[in-house]
């Protein structure tokens, strides 16, 4: 069995990394550049957490997590930490967690919209990381 990465650990962000650069090519990210910060709230061990990602020209060139203020993004999301657990683990769409008030965003909703089909496929493929939440 695969080594099991805890979510948004050091691990689970260089697996992140690592796939998305493998399995997500520049055509399958519509040659998009953009950024965005998911800032966790309520957190398990109660601290706010965030995961960044950013694309260059479709070509995911940065992952990054931690706590504390989150690097400028495009876009930033806000949410509950078992929201995003649940997307992460796919059982839940990022545009209907948006739509149904459980995540909310700063930055263009319009453009974010265009990109909602780019950020299912970021998550489509950090749904498949070996992850202890």
Same mark, same amino acid.
């Given at each position: 069995?695969?080594?099991?990465?805890?979510?948004?650990?050091?691990?689970? =962000?260089?697996?992140?990394? +690592?796939?998305? @650069?493998?399995?997500?090519?520049?055509?399958?990210?519509?040659?998009v !550049? !953009?950024?965005?910060?998911?800032?966790?709230?309520?957190?398990? #061990?109660?601290?706010?957490? &965030?995961? &960044?990602?950013?694309? +260059?020209?479709? +070509?995911? %060139? =940065?992952?990054? %997590?931690?706590?504390?203020?989150?690097? @400028?993004?495009? &876009?930033?999301?806000?949410?509950?930490?078992? %929201? &995003?657990?649940?997307?992460? =683990?796919?059982?839940?769409?990022?545009?209907?967690?948006?739509?149904?008030?459980?995540? +909310?965003?700063?930055?263009?909703?319009?453009?974010?919209?265009?990109?909602a089909?780019?950020? #299912?496929r970021?998550?489509?493929?950090?749904?498949?990381?070996? !992850?202890?939440?």
């Amino acid at each position: 069995m695969a080594d099991l990465h805890a979510y948004l650990s050091p691990s689970w =962000r260089d697996e992140a990394l +690592k796939r998305l @650069q493998a399995e997500l090519p520049p055509e399958k990210m519509n040659n998009v !550049t !953009t950024s965005m910060s998911n800032i966790y709230k309520n957190c398990p #061990d109660g601290v706010e957490h &965030f995961l &960044f990602v950013e694309c +260059k020209e479709g +070509k995911v %060139t =940065r992952v990054e %997590t931690g706590t504390g203020e989150p690097p @400028q993004a495009e &876009f930033r999301i806000i949410g509950n930490y078992e %929201t &995003f657990a649940r997307i992460s =683990r796919a059982e839940l769409g990022a545009q209907k967690a948006l739509m149904t008030g459980r995540l +909310k965003l700063k930055g263009n909703l319009a453009k974010a919209l265009k990109l909602a089909a780019v950020s #299912d496929r970021l998550n489509k493929v950090l749904s498949q990381i070996p !992850t202890q939440y």
